[in-house]
């Protein structure tokens, strides 16, 4: 696989001096079209139509993500989770821009506060690797930015001045993608707010560059516990040595890490899928938290799967499964999440299928 015309991925070389840096990763993430005809050995002129897609929706794969899939397989479940499709552009479809309203309930820029007593913080939209079923792709389109220091005071000042708020999730695009030293000033200015209790990290670095979990990182989140990290493992792949040695860091460090899958069709739409999924996060001692419903985000449709199709998957998985493997199936509306109860067919019962939708 080629990134470039001088560095050619896994070699000894690479593996040596670079593989296993962080920043080396970012530098030389796939973001163009010329980029990714490389790696797929293919003309440019090829990936014209592919190429007006990244002009909607940015394209960036790290080299480590990039190196755990099939490339030559249009149906790998991780190159479908990250690789440009025609179908992201074809808005006949449906989809909005926005279904959760999270734009409508941001008191400061980039500070959603859907729920009364827990906000969230986006405080970049930048991204190790794109998926392109995000439930933020309108926020793609924006120049990548990083909020500045005086947007980040904005968010702890509302914070501060709502002493109702005593969780704050702090996400993005990945807020890893700061520097330590950012995200240790904010979450420091963070849990200097006497009211708020709770930290949150929502990010794919686990996932997609696992390198990012150094131990400066984690002794630097050690001192904001109580501190829970939430990632998102969809697919047994994903579950490497790699990925396994960052969140086993992040919990010696003593911090809890929680895993929220979307169901994506093609990906993991399947009991067998999903059940190997949950068994991989269980032997690394991920929780299974979240198996949320994929949102009707415009551009993701093609990998929407029926609720019917994932209440038998959860069918499966609560009669088959270990509780510690079994996640909520979550449907998150504007007005906040619902969790999505099945009363299938059991074993000596009779009557047919139903299911009900309870508030969280």
């Not at 005809?37 to 002129?45: C, D, I, K, Q």
């Not at 480590?64 to 808005?91: G, I, T």
Request: charged letters at 25%; aromatic letters at 8%.
């Amino acid at each position: 696989m080629i990134i470039d015309n001088t560095i050619s991925l896994k070699t000894e070389e690479v593996m040596a001096d670079h593989w296993h840096d962080w920043k080396w990763q970012c530098k030389n993430r796939i973001y163009t079209s010329a980029q990714l005809a490389r790696v797929l050995n293919m003309p440019l002129s090829a990936l014209r139509e592919i190429s007006a897609v990244i002009g909607c929706y940015h394209l960036s794969i790290t080299p480590y993500y990039l190196s755990l899939m099939d490339v030559a397989d249009k149906n790998d479940p991780l190159r479908l989770q990250c690789f440009p499709d025609l179908r992201e552009v074809n808005f006949s479809l449906g989809g909005v821009a926005d279904p959760l309203g999270e734009d409508e309930a941001m008191p400061v820029p980039n500070l959603v506060h859907r729920y009364h007593n827990r906000c969230l913080a986006m405080v970049t939209n930048n991204c190790f690797t794109y998926c392109r079923h995000c439930n933020r792709k309108r926020m793609w389109g924006r120049k990548i930015t990083i909020n500045t220091m005086e947007s980040l005071q904005k968010m702890i000042d509302y914070i501060s001045s709502s002493s109702y708020i005593r969780e704050v999730i702090v996400s993005g695009g990945d807020p890893l993608t700061l520097m330590d030293e950012t995200l240790d000033w904010f979450l420091g200015r963070l849990r200097s707010v006497p009211h708020v209790e709770v930290l949150r990290i929502g990010s794919r670095a686990p996932v997609v560059l696992p390198m990012r979990i150094t131990p400066e990182l984690c002794a630097m989140l050690r001192r904001y516990r109580p501190l829970w990290f939430n990632t998102q493992f969809n697919h047994l792949k994903e579950i490497t040595p790699e990925a396994a040695r960052a969140c086993e860091m992040l919990l010696e460090a003593g911090i809890p890490v929680s895993n929220q899958t979307v169901l994506l069709r093609g990906v993991n739409d399947s009991y067998e899928t999903m059940r190997d999924l949950l068994h991989g996060l269980q032997r690394i001692s991920v929780r299974p938290y979240y198996l949320f419903q994929c949102d009707p985000v415009k551009g993701t449709e093609h990998f929407h799967v029926d609720i019917r199709t994932g209440m038998e998957i959860m069918g499966e998985i609560w009669e088959n499964m270990s509780g510690l493997c079994v996640p909520r199936y979550v449907l998150d509306l504007p007005e906040g999440k619902r969790e999505i109860l099945w009363a299938g067919r059991h074993k000596g019962t009779k009557g047919g299928d139903s299911c009900d939708v309870q508030c969280q």
